[in-house]
């Protein structure tokens, strides 16, 4: 497989939300572009691995498989940020495309870098309504560009590294049809719950369809879950008045009034 991922040796934590600023290296980014434009893609790369941040790239030109478009959507999947570059081979490439509906999708935070001047007109509107960060070589300041690439990758990066892990998790629940084993609880359900408030409240990248649907099921299951403890604490106190008090009246008031608790706790 033609994948590199390029980053810090270090275990990555799954407790993003719990890492300090400290703790948080640079935004994971995938990279997309056209192999024509491989010698600048190369000096991004090494402009961008100082950080020790995770950075996906494809460096082989291969036919296209159902192994290798597995990887490129992991690639795109596992990464905070999908950083694209405009050139007039990489708009009217396929394989790029692809690339960029599966980072629509997914509710990924797009960059494009222009390597090589491009008609506007002719890029899609997901790529041409965002703000263009220019590497050109013919008289654009790489080192000023870089400077505002890397605050784009990492504006908000606690934000962006929480959205890449729910929708990791979100996607295993949805591949294993949606078992509750794998929804969110505890204090994980928690984060995700502030998260999302933090994402109302304007923070990007915005939560997918996917991201609402495994937080509202986990918010279901674990609602369920408390109703179900305290039916179960309920009829244990009941069955203690019954033998504490073993008459029939207390029996039968105990029994019409466990009835109505289920129902009301039901509904």
Known sequence: MSWLMKGNSKKRKDNY????????????????????????????FDALSV?????????????????????IHKGIEQSDCFLFVLSPDSIKS????????HAVKNGK??????????????????LASLNWIFFRPDGDDFEAAMKLLL???????????????LL?????????????????????LKRARHWLSASALGKEPKPTTLHLSFITAS??????????????????????????????GVFFFSLVFSHFFVYFSSN
């Not at 979100?170 to 609880?185: G, P, Q, V």
């Open 109 to 126: 935070r797009i960059i494009p870098v222009v390597c090589r001047d491009v008609d506007y007109r002719e890029v899609r509107k997901e």
């Open 168 to 188: 990791v998790r979100a996607i295993d629940w949805e591949r294993h049809d949606f078992e509750k084993s794998l929804l969110l609880h505890g204090q994980d």
């Open 151 to 165: 605050k784009a990758l990492d504006v908000d990066l606690r934000h962006a590294r929480y959205h890449t892990k």
């Open 51 to 71: 950080d020790e941040r995770h950075i996906w790239v494809d460096w082989e030109d291969i036919p296209p498989s159902n192994d290798w478009l597995d990887e």
């Open 17 to 44: 939300l719990g890492e300090t600023d400290s703790d948080l290296v640079g935004a994971s980014v995938m990279i997309s572009y056209s192999r024509k434009d491989k010698a600048f893609v190369k000096n991004i």
């Open 94 to 101: 396929e394989v790029c495309n692809w690339e960029v509906d």
């Open 219 to 248: 918010d279901s299951l674990a609602t369920s879950m408390r109703k179900r403890k305290l039916i179960a604490v309920f009829f244990a106190f009941i069955v203690a008045i019954g033998i504490i008090w073993p008459s029939w």
